[in-house]
């Protein structure tokens, strides 16, 4: 799924009839519904320095709802990048962070073939999500950290 301006290189690029296919744009109403019905999700961050850089020190907004999807992700990228980083620290992922073929299609078996695998992945990264990345969660504790600045500058 993605915006129609990819198609063209989605369907040159990473097609492969049975198995990737472009699905056109998501209502981001229906959004929660299809990645929780996927098999795998994938995160992929490029590895050339221009994309590191526009990357710079955030979470992809997707992150996030990936993670509360309960679906498996595998985390494809560098390790400096900060959404990699946060797969690999907190273990939410399968994490492949060289630009290695062969290690791809290992941990895309790895995931297909090991449902215990895919469960405790899926079950770790939705319970992390609501942990970390909860608006309730966030906006209390954004709301002490103001309390809290507040009383140092006094």
Not at 78 to 87: E, F, M, Q
Not at 92 to 119: C, F, H, M, N, Y
Request: hydrophobic share 40%.
């Amino acid at each position: 799924y993605s915006a129609p301006f990819c198609q063209a290189t989605i369907e040159q690029h990473l097609a492969s009839p049975g198995a990737i296919e472009y699905a056109g744009y998501v209502h981001p109403s229906k959004l929660p519904q299809i990645l929780s019905e996927a098999d795998l999700l994938v995160l992929p961050i490029n590895f050339d320095e221009a994309s590191l850089k526009y990357v710079g020190y955030s979470i992809q907004t997707k992150v996030p709802e990936y993670m509360a999807s309960g679906t498996p992700i595998l985390a494809y990228g560098p390790a400096v990048s900060p959404n990699i980083n946060y797969a690999l620290r907190d273990n939410w992922g399968l994490v492949v962070d060289r630009p290695d073929k062969q290690r791809l299609a290992v941990a895309i078996a790895e995931t297909i073939e090991d449902e215990q695998l895919r469960s405790r992945l899926g079950k770790y990264a939705r319970d992390l999500a609501f942990r970390n990345h909860d608006a309730g969660v966030i906006r209390d504790a954004y709301r002490q950290l103001l309390a809290d600045a507040a009383q140092i500058n006094r």
